[in-house]
């Protein structure tokens, strides 16, 4: 495009399609178009183009902008979306068309409408995440007193409540999208007006093109504006974070529906079944979702390697990291969506839950606490006669249902040559798990009442994202349409 | 050490010592000492265990805090920190040191110990940071006037300034101090009660806890509480991305101080020589640095697939996460702080920079604004003109400065067959870089006044975050202070 | 397409796109043709389909061989290729197309696929790097007397040859390409017959199939089959270290074509120039390289956290590995053969290199190692000598062309107070680099005669990968003829 | 050290300790002892140093070869073990210590050190890898007939036996071996003499050294040489695939150990308890083991992040790969180390696994072939049918072994409209899931018959790998007793 000054020979092909970024920019086009209307208005308010030219610009700009992108000339000779937007321009406006490039480069122009088409992304990720926070805090108030064994180690260790769990899992998922939040914040800053990485001599005014572009504020220094991703690996990121935690979900999800588990059932329409073993029901979503995560991985991994030890300050490279950001936006956005949907349709099978619970001596904590409480042990001590306690069952093939306080005085002879006294009904309440759960009523605890308690905070945390989401979300669009409505009037 | 209970062999060799974490738990020696403190005041104030034993407790919990870790007990046996704590406490305080365990677990200690041993951590790596911060601006307003060539693509692009250079690494960093504040907040949550994962029926008071140990607010929920390191993982993507733009700085170290470049003098304190040859200065700090990133990255690689797929609530997998931990902030702390010396010291050629602004074309924009401006060119038709003008004196060797408006002229004929008219003194003025540098007068540019603009807004946010970063130090210091105050008093 | 036994709901839209692979599986079309046809081959050899169904079967898949992909019904519900090919069938050959799936399951055959068509694009990868060896070696041929400096730590250190570097990278690919060799053995093994995991009870005949389809052995267990993807992980890792090689390679350029360097041109049809800095010649085809690196590490470690603590056997996230591999693949065989078509065109701008040489202390090492011989100084005297004559010279602003006998006295006095004779022509043979490089004649050393040597060893390897990926080409496409054939037969 | 001739200041102490390698290089301590024996024997053979000489230098290396490292002088002003060598040797045998490093670099020395550590290392992990096949045969020996359901996205899908899946477990880590054995032949090339990249006009013979330290051939290029560490990635990305293979054994003993599964009894001296829940028993080591993987993924990724774009020749920036790769070979050796000692001894509840196996619908794929076989049904006509008899039976709770011809019927006309006939003992053997594993008598199948077949192989496949390991283990410390042994008759 720009070659005729310089080169003599074209690019070579290979070369030529090696390095074009044409297919990846097509998320570009909006954000560039709007891009070159703020700045048309300001270089024509500004005297540095005049009013009839801009005029001609800002006409073909706003066809451009209702045109469909796929329509458009994309040959790879454009390189990127920068030069396929200014020849349509060009071709439509005339010589003139030329005039839209002044005082910017496609350096400051790229790193502008990542940031602008990024604000979207990052909305609608956080919306879909807020489905899947609302879909676990559903499943928790429909299920507060339903008991099941919480689990460390993969083990069987204290009885809470599925509500608890699902809460456990919406906390985390609150702080993925506070991260979102930040790192929001932190990309809302303008870098029009940098131009290649030094600004312009022409009297061009940054801050008119960064409120029509409804940013915040201006980037500090423009060497800087285009040689810094790190807004990106910020929220890249945040993205693997949150995947992590889905990942968890997923896990569990696999874990819970097996056959040896069967603690939840996972609704029809996001299993499948096999092609070889017809009695096969397999929760190939949460696989997927699993899977997914080592992608996102990957991306922010590459993304990083990218960067390391660039030189300031535009490089071609930084091309290379958009593709995978786009991919880590698109592959979160699309696993909260399906998992709030799943997640919303999971089954707790609550006899098998409550079952298990009560065979898995899983109230020995709560037993050993009793013994401090009521008998003043040592906790150790405690720990110990309980444990002797269990073991003792273990041989015997009992569960802790079936053990009585004798059971309970021989563990602690055989523990630490002691002998202890503790009532019959202070022991079999100790071992209710439901009893277990209900006097665990400490904030962020399992007691059904302090779980509500929880869901109520969560609950608020998600309506307070749901509101800045909507406020920036409103910001954007209204900005977009103050933007196009003055075009049409200066396109006249 | 609990053992006894349930099991009836000791652990393997090979196991223990592979399974143990005493090495790493170092670190979170005193922060395991003040959790117990404050747990052990709760438990009395709460009526939970007597005022007498509480008080025997925390003489020796206070021993200890006074007693060098190099010179406990660490036999792999005792498995980690928290054993050898209370193995410290029985053995001084006998039995009654048994009690301190009640209503706590090592899943919620050791998230608490990490978090209070981070904040400190987090603080001293900004400082550092911030150090870098003003070291870069201290060169930056030394070399307000320092005219150097700017660069993309590794090749010189436009006249700037060093001062400019300096603060674009500047403004980058202050982002890398803003995401650890980000990251501050986030991790700054108590999970102690927690216990296990469910809490606990005794009748603990989460918050007084919580306050005595300087945390700002409580965990939502006790499963979360012990499952989630993403407190972990948002500090490690923000020293990933640290390191990223200390790695940019050492490139540019390494680059600028070559022979060829030869445009800034590395102090000798900071370089080494050969073994095998004599005359070499290498900038070997620089390279350190850089490399130091790549492991960085995999500190947090390798947290985020050790994450992955884990369900809830606790798993041993996580002892292995804070190594990599501690390590990344380590590095990064350590690369702060060596670069911010070697920064101080940097000196720049400035002869060499101006000669290499002047003879390199680096103009060329300037020139074509020029154009655009002078003569109400299309941007595209100026730089096809500028563009010839280069090629045309790159075949007869020639410097810009040696160019002349006739040049000008013939290249416009050459290019588009067009004639243009320009004053000798525009042209000469567009050529000189010094000019072109002052002229770039936009927020965030280049020009001397404009940097120094720019320098207050970066120095009033370094000292923002100073500010913060004072608060929160006195704010941990004098809680610890009162917590010991406290003890004191209890175990007289 | 399986549920009608199982379920009675269809898939949730989402859900069936989110784990759908058919976008993906394009690649798989052929190989899962072929696997289907030696299968059915296999199955009718043996009696368990009749000879007639077989034959409806085999001219089905004739017809579908031949068909386009780009025409095929992909509808979501089909969810990966492998229905898509059996609908295909069934469609055509009626009822008895089902039986084409007796006794294989999805996760074998898509393990057989992925091998198939790996097999192929690892010898289009090792073919493309054997082209970028040979334009380096090239490249080396016509430089075996270009001086150049050589560099250590982006420091110029001893002189060298363009040659010596360009063999450098050589031997470095060289490696990469032994690395796919073996990565190509270690997966060329037959997962066919290993059906879900545990095989089947039916007589089929597992080694007919495997050398119907061109592997060399079985895998030797069927859980392992259908559960392994270690064969891509090792491939990916391979291209990854390839990918590094390759990066050093673009780094090198972009450094040696900075204006600073000057030290070689890349040719016009790899580079562009810049939207705003019409003098700029950038060499985007290196940067895009470079940055591409980053990615294939991504695409390693997503894969890795993929595979991390999976249980066996077959679970779908593998599914979610395949895009990755195919990326890493592409992208190192695009990386390959663009950079052998710039590589070739590389000139280096022999002038400034020898003067760079001359004037930058290069020749140090070679003075000290001349001190040691003829006077035999301890080599650690030497050093100190010449690195103070070096002081000395920078201090007075003198190159190293322009010291003499009296400079190098006076430096060891200065250094070491000792007094040296050495003769005239010694010194002068000593600092001149052309004499330097001659004389390093040793195995592997810059000597234009060594280097030579070099060339032919590095070349006669070349060789010998050429003809190994010569037969595996032929074997494998030969298979293929020889089981179409067969088809076409059977199938009349 | 070597700064006295260049520099006029000490290097400041904070970047003196950031660039020292003193801490990591122990490792390194007895192969640079060695290399330096063999140039200094080489040099005096050569005359290139006089006998006598050689005879001080080499007694004194000597002597340090006995000295325990942990006694030596490790000042940080030494900067790395190489000077910590010559400074020794200096020291002891006075002025003439300092021709020993005469042509000859820290570069090529460093380069050689690590492969001949590196050599032993990986050795040990091959040793221990073994060991671990060899633990999981015998457990598949002593297994064959122990039926399990196997699995497939973590659902029972059909029956196979114990001794499977340890046979699989086992190919999966034979490649390991494989891997490893093909990187130890990779780095098994001798990079001495090419000093610092250029080599030396000094008549060094490369050849006797390469001998005398036991390397296979030379290094083909001096630059490479001391550039490169391709091998240290080819073993580091072996390692983490080996990991990954492990961790999947990590995590189906965590899932088999569950109370939920109950499949299999970890022995007590590889497991902990709680010390908050008594009756606990969890799979530490398994947790610990799986956790390490990401940690050998992020010495990976670290270690391409730091080669990544690192231009020629040597670049401090390779010394923080080292410590890297050290740490992959130790977490990967024992990792191998403590899983073979826990599977060795692992307990499978063979009544728990023979009852899933039972009542688990896992033979409905053997059913469904038994219809195709007899009944000549179509392959999805057949899985039709059985996917809607387990879909009736687990409406009306049934288990498979409940089921009767008649349902079978009934399902046949539910799904197809379709009527069957099949005898009673078709049925029964069909749906017995030790007839349906005995029948899948393939190779690689679960039958007890090929499942010893497979031991045989693999059994094979290790001894191998066993002569492999001792020949070159042998060759290596022959080499280093001849090197001492010459060392001894010189250095009287």
New interface residues.
């Given amino acids: ?12 092909a ?2 030529s399609s ?2 074009d970024s044409l297919e990846e920019d097509v998320r570009l086009f909006k954000p560039v178009v709007q891009i070159n209307m703020a700045h048309t208005i300001m270089l024509a308010d500004r005297g ?1 183009i005049s009013k009839p030219d801009s005029s001609k610009i800002l006409k073909s700009l706003l066809n451009l902008y209702n045109t469909d992108v796929a329509k458009l000339d994309m040959s790879p000779e454009f ?1 990127d979306i ?2 396929v937007v ?1 020849e349509f321009v ?1 071709k439509e406006a005339g ?13 400051d122009q790229v790193a502008g409408a990542i940031k602008i088409a990024l604000r979207d992304e990052v909305l609608k990720v956080q919306e879909n995440l807020i489905e899947l926070v609302n879909s676990l805090l559903s499943q928790s108030e429909k299920n507060l007193n339903t008991l099941m064994p ?11 409540t599925f509500a ?2 699902m ?6 998922l609150l ?2 999208i ?2 979102l939040d ?1 790192a929001y914040e ?1 990309l809302n800053s303008c870098p029009l ?10 009297p ?1 005014d ?2 008119q093109v960064a409120n029509m572009l409804g940013f915040k504020r ?11 991703r ?2 990106a ?2 929220i890249m ?2 993205l ?2 949150s ?3 889905m ?2 979900i ?3 999800v ?2 819970w ?6 603690m939840i059932e996972v ?19 949460a ?2 979702a ?32 958009t593709p ?1 950001l786009w991919n880590a936006i698109d592959q979160t956005r ?1 696993a909260a ?2 998992m709030s ?2 997640m919303a349709g999971v089954k707790p099978n609550k006899d098998v839950m409550k079952n ?1 619970v009560k065979s ?3 109230t ?3 037993l ?2 009793t013994l ?2 009521k008998l003043g042990l ?4 405690a ?9 003792n069952a273990s041989r015997e093939g009992k569960t802790i249902d079936q053990l009585t306080v004798d059971d309970l005085k021989s563990a602690s002879k055989d ?1 630490l040559e002691k002998k202890i006294e503790i009532s019959e009904s202070d022991f079999t309440a100790a071992i209710d798990p439901a009893n ?2 209900a ?8 007691a059904p009442k302090t779980v509500a308690a ?1 869901i109520k ?2 609950r608020d945390k998600t309506k307070q994202h749901t509101k800045i989401l909507k406020v920036r979300d409103r910001t954007v669009h209204e900005t977009e349409q103050k933007l196009l409505k003055r075009v049409r009037e200066l396109s006249r």
Avoid at 97 to 106: L, N
Avoid at 257 to 262: A, G, I, P, T
């Fill in positions: 495009m720009f070659r005729k000054g310089r080169f003599e020979k074209e690019m070579e290979s070369a090696y390095t540095i390189e920068h030069m200014e060009i010589e003139v068309g030329g005039k839209m490039h002044t005082a910017k480069s496609r350096n919480g689990y460390t180690h993969t083990q069987i260790a204290e009885p809470t608890h769990y809460a456990a899992h919406s906390a985390a702080r993925d506070k991260r930040d932190s007006g940098a131009c290649a990485f030094a600004g312009t001599s022409l061009i940054r801050n201006l980037d500090d220094n423009t060497i800087d504006s285009v040689s810094s790190d807004f690996l910020q990121s945040a693997a974070i995947m992590v935690n990942s968890r997923a896990e569990e696999l874990l529906s097996s056959v040896e588990f069967n609704p029809d329409e996001f299993a499948s079944t096999s092609s070889i073993m017809p009695q096969k029901k397999n929760s190939v979503v696989e997927i699993r899977a997914k995560a080592g992608q996102i991985f990957g991306d922010l991994m590459g993304a990083l390697s990218l960067m390391k030890a660039l030189p300031l300050s535009y490089n071609l490279d930084l091309q290379e990291l995978m699309d969506d399906v949907k799943m298990r898995g001596f899983s020995a904590t709560e050993a606490d401090v409480m040592p906790f150790r001590d720990h110990a006669i309980v444990g002797r306690l269990v073991l523990a277990a759960v006097a665990r009523g400490l904030p962020g605890g399992p929880q905070i969560l």
